[in-house]
């Protein structure tokens, strides 16, 4: 097992450097450079020039390519002036071009626990209702209560966040004022460590922000935004699961099963149940990884400030090293993830287990 | 002395889309306490259908089954609760089928799997269980069983996992056992070992069994009487001496043409039973054998013939059956 596991990781490594490297070359294919506006106005063309060459912007790309990956020191002997950088494989992933003072390191640090909060209680909903619902639908195969479920899975499937989000926001907060309209309201649950960091006047380390302090505050807030995003991943997770089940349920080793006397829910339970998990649990890593690192449709609804809206604006803004440091992120949590579902997927599945 | 199994006008019906699938048409017959019946008949003639229902193990629905009873130790098995006929399942009779690659389940252990019915039917604790599995594992010759209860399926040869599907089957030490084509999806070699086996094992157990198979060969060593089936109905019933040497049934004289014997000569060529068995779904009229038959007349096309007693132990469904073995007998034997 461990050594599946550090094989595993050793083939992320060229993974993540291919995604780096073609992030890049297509980064710089986009039409249009960083500066060309400052909001509205655009920029002198000397104010220009003086930031391309602080960023660099003017050396040969395959020099910035070896800058971004690590370091000036290493591909810019002699030549440090403008802004220094360590590169990504010391964990520096450059500055923003567009939030001037801003590292990516910081906007990730900030903006990725957001996501991840909210991604993780969407995919925990989805899980918590469309596994069981897609349960009850197969073994209620062909009766209202299946059509039911799986009605209500379509509409789930189908409609979209565009759609939901603004129509519970007027139901729910608008109409009935159970719940705030917009906006996330996370504080780190230790407060006291993230003050420290605030009073020195550093970025708090992303895993402080990472956990919330469990008040009502962030939990009114996140009801909506959770729904919304939540629907869709346990709607489909309903259809896998019901789709999946009513397959197991036909394998000659259920009729075994119960051609053993047999109890049909020690049927379910223990022959068909772990059978059937199998493919769901192979969506749910990219689903998980998908979700946590950011949906730019549901943060810009709610008017969440997470990572999902700086995936976007980025590429609009031509913000390179945002765009390349989020994209990485999402590398490395597709990669973790499905990790993750191999690990489990050997756990469900002995045939997987001694390869 | 009653027989063990008393099964009388069992019907069974497919409600698909399509129409009614009618799988299996009225038949009757029983089983003798410590008795081999083989159940032959070609694919889609009804026999696992037929004996699944005997424990209503057809999926339901779209199968129902529509008539017919099924007398197992003073109980009719067709009007006794679900909870009642699970007490049978697996602890009087027991059912192995064709498929041992599929047949157990790839996620739980062998041990597993063998020791469930030991712990549902014989309330045996896990150490218990545990130890008599091992035993069992033994008894169906699988060497090193001690090691292999924590293996997975995946982990065994076809003809190892038959041997641990027939170790289930008879962990509860069952009066029954239904084997539902066993050897047809092994080798040939293994297939003989199998069916070693299970002879071995009934004289150590003394349990009746059902065998099905659509192959005569196997049939001759095995079974002191066998059912010959078609299109859901027997066709013909008699001891297995009496079936290969003097068959009354067109059909079981098509069958026996067309499989291999030892006895026979290197000259002799296998012929085929011309024709296809009728759509299940749009059931003819008439004998369902007449569209093959060459001994059919109009009458075989308008009336379906019941199954007869002709003697205390045979039983066919042909309108000219006298005919017909008078032909065979003229012509000196099916293989003429
Ligand atoms: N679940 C089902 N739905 C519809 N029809 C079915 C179903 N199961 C069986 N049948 C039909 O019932 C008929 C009898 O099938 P059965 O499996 O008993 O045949 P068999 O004699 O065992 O054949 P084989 O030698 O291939 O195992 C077939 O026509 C089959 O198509
Ligand atoms: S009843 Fe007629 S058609 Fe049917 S088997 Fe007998 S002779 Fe052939
Ligand atoms: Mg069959």
Redesign the interface.
């Known amino acids: 097992m461990l050594q599946f596991v550090i094989r595993r990781i050793i083939w992320t490594i060229p993974v993540l450097f291919l995604v780096t490297f073609f992030t890049f070359a297509l980064v710089r294919a986009i039409p249009g450079g960083p500066f060309d506006f400052a909001g509205d106005k655009s920029l002198p063309p000397t104010v220009v020039k003086n930031l391309e060459a602080k960023y660099h912007l003017n050396d040969p790309l395959w020099q910035q390519f070896c800058s971004y990956l690590i370091g000036d020191a290493v591909c810019r002997p002699g030549k440090q002036n403008g802004v220094a950088s360590k590169g990504v494989l010391l964990g520096d992933l450059g500055p923003s071009f567009r939030y001037r003072g801003r590292t990516v390191n910081d906007i990730i640090a900030t903006a990725l626990p957001i996501s991840a909060q909210l991604g993780f209680m969407a995919v925990m909903l989805g899980m918590l209702i469309g596994i069981p619902a897609g349960i009850i639908a197969a073994l209620k195969h062909?009766t209202p209560i299946d059509y039911t479920a799986t009605f209500i899975a379509v509409l789930g499937v189908s409609i979209s966040n565009v759609v939901l989000g603004p129509f519970l926001i007027w139901i729910f907060a608008l109409k009935l004022g159970w719940f705030p309209v917009a906006t996330w309201a996370a504080e780190p649950l230790f407060s006291n460590i993230a003050e420290k960091y605030i009073a020195a006047g550093e970025q708090v380390p992303m895993w402080v922000n990472l956990i919330p302090k469990p008040t009502k505050e962030f939990f009114m807030h996140a009801v909506l935004p959770v729904v919304t995003l939540g629907t869709a991943l346990s709607a489909s997770l309903a259809r896998l699961t019901r789709g999946s089940l009513l397959q197991v349920i036909?394998?000659?080793?259920i009729?075994?099963?119960?051609?053993?006397?047999?109890?049909e829910r020690a049927v379910i339970v223990?022959?068909a149940l772990?059978?059937s998990l199998i493919p769901v649990v192979t969506i749910l890593g990219p689903m998980f990884a998908g979700v946590l690192t950011g949906t730019f449709v549901v943060e810009q609804i709610f008017a969440i400030p997470g990572l999902g809206r700086h995936f976007v604006t980025s590429v609009g803004n031509r913000d390179y090293p945002v765009v390349l440091g989020t994209t990485l992120v999402y590398a490395v949590a597709i990669v973790i993830a499905n990790m993750l579902v191999d690990i489990t997927y050997a756990w469900?599945?002995?045939?997987v287990r001694?390869e | 002395m009653a027989a063990l199994l008393e099964v009388k006008g069992l019907t069974t019906q497919f409600f698909t889309q399509d129409g009614v699938v009618h799988a299996v048409n009225g038949i009757s017959y029983h089983l003798n306490e410590g008795e081999t019946i083989a159940i032959v008949g070609e694919s889609g003639s009804g026999k696992s259908v037929g004996v699944m229902s005997l424990l209503r193990l057809i999926p339901q629905p779209p199968g129902k089954i529509v008539a017919g009873e099924v007398w197992f130790q003073g109980r009719d098995l067709m009007q006794i609760s679900d909870d009642e006929i699970r007490q049978i399942r697996g602890k009087h009779i027991a059912m192995i089928f064709q498929d041992p690659m599929t047949s157990l389940n790839p996620v739980l252990t062998i041990g597993f799997q063998l020791m469930e019915p030991l712990q549902l039917h014989l309330g045996m604790d896990k150490n218990q269980a545990r130890k008599r599995a091992i035993e069992l594992l033994e008894m169906v010759g699988i060497p090193g069983a001690a090691t292999r209860l924590d293996a997975y399926p995946h982990q065994f040869s076809g003809g190892m996992r038959q041997r641990v599907m027939i170790a289930m089957g008879l962990a509860c030490n069952p009066q029954v056992l239904i084997a539902d084509e066993p050897t047809t999806a092994l080798d040939v070699t293994i297939q003989a070992q199998i069916v070693e086996l299970v002879k071995s094992l009934k004289e150590q157990i003394g349990m009746a069994i059902i065998w099905i198979t659509h192959d005569l060969g196997v049939v001759a060593g095995l079974a002191e009487r066998v059912l010959v089936m078609y299109a859901g109905q027997i066709v013909e019933e008699a001891e297995v001496h009496e079936l290969y040497s003097d068959p009354h049934h067109p059909y079981t004289i098509g069958l026996l043409r067309s499989v291999p014997r030892l006895d026979m000569g290197k000259s002799k060529r296998l012929i085929p039973i011309e024709g296809l068995p009728p759509d299940l779904i749009d059931y003819p009229k008439g004998c369902p054998f007449a569209p093959r038959c060459e001994y059919r007349t109009e009458k075989c096309e308008q009336e379906d013939p019941p199954i007869e007693q002709i003697s205390p132990t045979r039983r066919v469904a042909c309108w000219h059956w006298e005919t017909v073995v008078a032909d065979i007998r003229e012509k000196g034997g099916v293989y003429a």
Do not use: S
Request: charged letters at 45%; a positive charge.
């Open positions: 062909n036909r394998e000659d080793y009729r075994t099963a119960r051609a053993k006397g047999l109890r223990t022959h772990k059978n469900l599945d002995p045939r001694l």
